[in-house]
């Protein structure tokens, strides 16, 4: 976790009034596109706003048009080495106080029989996701139905980050991270 060298922190700018966003990093934009794509098709009480990147760092010419990231989403593809890479990388640039429960890791091609072709080993992300008491979603995105689930589940993930759930914080997806 980078202390004082951070690019990314999460309480710099003032939150938006009824609007949750995400920043999806990852190395396949495939991905990122289904996520997001599903994410906004879902029905929310909130407005959802989502930003997409490869890696970190974030282009600093832009900075005053960025918006405050209420949960950043690390999507690691388990048949691709640059993709684990691009995250570990990125993870340096995140100011500490994100892994208070603003930050998840999700993680694809790696079930349904397919783990002995996988690049990656899931325990490596395992262990990535514990060091940061983040948690870790596995999914296949696909079909429809798997790239839905996740997307409503980061969605609800999502809400809470964005504070909009009265009653509970951000913390508390720190506690639910072994049975995500």
Known sequence: MAGNAAVLRPFEKIPALNVATVLLVGSEESHRELI???MLKERTDFAVKIHMTTALPLPFERE????????????????NQYSMASVTSSIALLDAHFFLGKVCFLSTKGRHGKIQHCLVDIS????LADKYLSPLIQTELENEDDVMCTAKRLLNMLKICAGLVPGISSLYTGTIRKYV
């Not at 989403?73 to 048949?79: A, K, S």
């Not at 490596?124 to 262990?127: F, M, Q, R, Y």
């Open 36 to 38: 997001a794509n599903a």
């Open 64 to 79: 005053h048009l960025r918006p405050r990231f209420d949960m950043i989403v690390f999507l690691i593809n388990l048949n």
């Open 124 to 127: 490596t992300v395992k262990d």
